[in-house]
């Protein structure tokens, strides 16, 4: 009976770090794609709408291809951060396996438990 909530524990803590490892990958490869689309005139409500609008995995996904090593097919980008008026790239929310990642650059990852 003890061992049941052990290993629940170490599971969430697992689920959590793979949650922290991914967003970790997604800050780079979302900031990178950002900073590209800002250089060519193209960031729009539209670019980030596109982004939002399927699962990272998708290969409907702007950022599909641009992120090795991971499966992230179940992870949808929720919010995307950036300026209005000088498109600078502030952070984003992540949601994945009931969990939620909140990261802004400089900052510690929040993860929230969405259950």
Do not use: C
């Not at 990958?25 to 670019?47: H, K, P, Q, T, W």
């Not at 992870?75 to 990261?103: C, D, K, M, P, R």
Request: glycine content about 8%; aromatic content about 8%.
């Amino acid at each position: 009976m003890i061992s049941v909530p052990v290993y629940h524990n170490v599971q969430e803590d697992a689920e959590k770090k793979v949650l922290e490892y991914n967003t970790r990958v997604l800050a780079d490869v979302l900031s990178r794609y950002l900073e590209e689309e800002r250089e060519n005139g193209i960031v729009s409500r539209a670019v980030l709408r596109e982004i939002m609008a399927t699962a990272v995995g998708d290969l409907d996904n702007p950022l599909s291809g641009r992120i090795d090593g991971t499966s992230l097919d179940e992870t949808w980008i929720t919010y995307i951060n950036v300026g209005s008026q000088s498109e600078n790239y502030g952070g984003f929310t992540l949601e994945w396996n009931g969990y939620e990642a909140e990261y802004t650059p400089g900052q510690a990852i929040k993860i929230t438990n969405q259950n």
